[in-house]
């Protein structure tokens, strides 16, 4: 079992970065892949970042490659995005993720685990 608590969020002005950190407690948090996702009012939550056990592998959606950058400190259970250059279409509620498995998901449904999310609100 793994209790996630998401950080970090705010609002900020367009072209600005932010950085969420997740918070992991609970056993065995380096044998858990993760995961960033979001959600805006309105529409189905999305996948935006996952980060391997190790850290070695990384995917991003299309929408933030090359502007965002995840990562994780299994020595302190910490999960983090750093988000540069964000849009207001970035917008969203974004949610820590935790799944048991070696290999990166996409798909919500693959993650057991789940923060409460945090609210990044990017104004134009």
């Known amino acids: 079992q793994v209790q996630l608590v998401e950080s970090g969020g705010g609002l900020v002005q367009a072209g600005a970065s932010l950085t969420l950190s997740c918070a992991a407690s609970g056993r065995s948090f380096s044998s858990y892949s993760m995961g960033w996702f979001r959600q805006a009012p309105g529409k189905e939550r999305e996948f935006v970042a996952a980060?391997?056990?190790?850290?070695?592998?990384?995917a991003y959606a299309d929408s933030v490659k090359g502007r965002f950058t995840i990562s994780r400190d299994n020595a302190k259970n910490m999960v983090y995005l750093q988000m540069n250059s964000l849009k207001p279409e970035d917008t969203a509620v974004y949610y820590c993720?935790?799944?048991?498995?070696?290999?990166?998901?996409?798909?919500?449904?693959?993650?057991?685990?789940w923060g409460q999310g945090t609210q990044v609100t990017v104004s134009s």
């Open positions: 980060v391997s056990w190790s850290g070695g592998s990384t």
């Open positions: 993720a935790g799944r048991t498995g070696w290999t990166l998901k996409q798909g919500q449904y693959d993650y057991n685990y």
